[in-house]
């Protein structure tokens, strides 16, 4: 059971991170959007399986919380979003997918280094965990990086939160207050950043970031 | 009634002066305040300093100590009072009395007391607080809010463009300092962050860190003290806050840095070692040198008086430095004739400089003017005034029988037990070292001369200088009490020495001898050696000066009689014929200046045929500053418009600016261990 309970957990939580890398390569805003929303539902199994695992029954709140509005209510807000913006067909040109693949697998190395040599001491599957989540982490902002797209950016934003909660639910006995403040400053984050976007593209007609630099008059 | 332990008296001394501080926020404004603010700050410190006293006196083995549940919530807020606390604490306290009785008198003539009344009180608190802390947070605490109410204090008069200046650069040397403490603590605390001093004490530090820290310790408490060249502020600082506070920055606060000098060294950092002494000796006497040199070029009375800070402090440095070779030897018994001349300086100078600060206020209220080129004459004018600037003039010359002379005079007999140390480096430095001590010791006296001189004697040289009426008397009162004391302790060092013991014994591990023995002779080795007995000297002086006086009176003629002065043939009546304080300092400028200040002079004289007079200018430079710190200011300068750019980034640009950063350190991380 204890080797089971391991390789599950270490099985959504490497899941999580191939849904992280997936997202780094997805051009189109739709499917990106979909990724993300599956990202969130690798989430809600990891979470309901660290529930059922530590036996912690408030978990399983974290992971409808993380099923119901991360896998659903936020992805179709989105897609209504760019619907209404009319950008859902558009087409990221993101910097190129070969390099940022690559970095992005030396950010996962490196997150495995810095954290298996620094949790020594520390129970296996929390050790784990947390590599993966820095990884997520990682792999989130670097898609910040290199996105132009005010959409991509937040999603960006919200799979490095993802990877914030599998850290918060892999360490054994994290407070339940924790985990559902940052459910919900994801909720408020993602409320003020729609509601920017859409200011913005009232001014510039554009969701692109780089018309507020143009407007700066800033040299890029 | 159940006695309350030293360190909870204390603390609720401090308690009281952070509560009038408050109040005077509300009362400032009032004509009445100056009596309730001064009033209560009086009382409080004279109970303060009394339970110092005290403690100094019975001086128990262990600390006084308790633990408050404020600062650091693992550490909380230590603080403990120990002997080698209790005499700092006594001097701060002793001088805090002698400024707040002084500003009874003093405060009425403040333009805007409502800025000087509430921050008066907290600066005393924030003093106290530094010495009686037993931890690094609540030091560096103290410290830093003992320095920000002091910068307020500077800040008094705000619109003065100078002044402004001066407190810039306070609150920048300031800032330097206290870093350079935190750094020190940080070092002395270890990985494990043993931050209460008790810690400290007993897990003691590497040797290789030792040098570090004393390196840290001397930039952090010398930047406060006024070790050149970490000095520049002070001059500018200290003269202008009013004349009370001036004398409390300059008389007291220099000697909290002092004590947090002798606290991280002596105490926390464990053994010491005889090669510490170099640097320190080096600071000081260097310090000492240029510190007289610069107060002999002042003009302005309170500058002057301000570098003369500076000398004063190397010299007490010079002290600590031969204590560290002595104590680094061995040599317990010279260890502790050089700590106890450092201790008995620190008291020395805090009490005959702030009472030449107030005999400046004096000057500075009864005429308005700083400029000894337009005093003169106010002998006559302010007989009281004069004659308590001239006792703490003859005090800081270092003449006996005064206390100057007996604490450098136990300096120089430390130096005399040089040769029997066994380093050559420093049987060869100590004595340059004592050269040099005695060389600023004279010069200290020229100093003092011209400052006495010009601004008492002679005639006035301007309206305001011949218009100057005596002070209130409560001023003339703190001046009388600090010219009491420097006589006291000038007469009876042996009581003062004995009374220093303890601290000595605490801090050196040994004591000197017992002093108040026979006909009260100081005999800091051997009575084959040399002693010296103030009392002696003074009965010696008194009555050779009245025999004097009396023959002359009697045997001569007792007519009082006046006649025109000589004028060397050229009968003008200008005062503006007098000696200047500049052409009294004009012989010494040219042996000195020309190396310390580059000074220049050069002579116009106008064509054969004009009748316009000829034109003497002297040109000088503040070397410290042109070549220490304005490269520095240049260098931060050109980083900062290199930097600018950085302000107007897009937010791509930053964000990949944190992402790069993250990765850097993570990377660091990863190849650490």
New interface residues.
Partial sequence: MERLAFDVAHFFAGSLVLVSLMLLYQDRLSALINVFAFQAVVLALSVAWQAYVQGAPHLYLTAAIALSVKAIIIPVALHRMIRRLGIHREVETAVNIGPTMLAGLGLVALSMVVILRATAAADMLAREDLAFALSVVLLGLLMMVTRRNAVSQVIGFMSLENGLILAATGAKGMPFVVEISVAFSVLVAFIVIGIFLFRIRERFDSVNLQALDDFRGEIR | MVALPPIVANLWCVAALLVIGAAAVAIGKRNWARWLVYGCSLTVSAVSCTIAVAHLIAAPAAGSEIVLPLGLPWIGANFRIDVLAAFFLAVIDLGAVAASLYGLGYGRHESAPERVLPFFPVFLAGMNMVILAADAFTFLFAWEFMSLASWALVMTHHRDEENRRAGYVYIVMASLGTLALLLAFGLMAGPDGGYTFAAMRAHGTPPGLAGLVLAFALLGTGSKAGLVPLHVWLPLAHPAAPSHVSALMSGVMTKVAIYGFIRITFDLLGPVSWWWSVPVLLAGVVTATLGVLSALMQNDLKRALAYSTIENIGLIFVALGLAFAFQGNGMKAAAALAMTAALFHVLNHSLFKSLLFFGAGAVLNATGERRMEKLGGLQNRMPATGLLFLIGSVAISALPPLNGFASEWLMLQAILLSPDLPQWALKLLIPAVGAMLALATALAAACFVRAFGISFLGRPRSAAASDAHEVDRLSIAAMAMLAVLCLLAGVLPAFVIDALAPVVQAVTGTRMPVQTVAWLSIVPIAESRSSYNGLLVFFFIVSSASIAAFAIHRLASDRLRRAPAWDCGFPDGSPVTQYTADSFAQPLRRVFGGFAFRAREEVHMPPPGDGSPARLTVTMHDLVWEFIYEPIARLVNALAVRLNHLQ??????Y??L??GV??FL??V??SW?
């Fill in positions: 107007f980034l897009t937010i791509r640009r964000l990949s944190v992402f993250l990765v993570l990377l991380l990863a261990g």
